[in-house]
Nanobody
Framework: QVQLVESGGGLVQAGGSLRLSCAAS????????MGWYRQTPGKQRELLAS???????NYAESVKGRFTISRDNAENTVYLQMDSLKPEDTAVYYC?????????WGRGTQVTVSS
């Protein structure tokens, strides 16, 4: 089992920045990869960025060049640095972990970008 707790969401003006954190606990050594998703009402959850156990990262086209995923192994934490935020980035952001093929999710953190 893995427990994920997100933090760092909030209200920011367009063009601003936020950094989300995801603290992982439990069987973290069995995690294959972790990622950040977001979801708005009536839409499917969207994968934004992922980071694999070897450090490889992947990004959705919608956030490439603006968002950066990173991790601190000593703190068992994954971050999502979000720059040049746009109103359309407003959503609930979720942390995800793949544990040997099993999915784990955090409870989400709200990000609101005002125009």
């Amino acid at each position: 089992q893995v427990q994920l707790v997100e933090s760092g969401g909030g209200l920011v003006q367009a063009g601003g920045s936020l950094r989300l954190s995801c603290a992982a606990s439990g069987k973290i050594f069995s995690i294959n990869h972790m990622g950040w998703y977001r979801q708005t009402p009536g839409k499917q959850r969207e994968l934004l960025a992922s980071i694999h156990s070897d450090g490889t990262t992947n990004y959705a086209e919608s956030v490439k060049g603006r968002f950066t995923i990173s991790r601190d192994n000593a703190e068992n934490t994954v971050y999502l640095q979000m720059d040049s935020l746009k109103p359309e980035d407003t959503a609930v952001y979720y942390c995800h972990a793949d544990l040997l093929g099993e999915d784990f999710w955090g409870r989400g953190t709200q990000v609101t970008v005002s125009s």
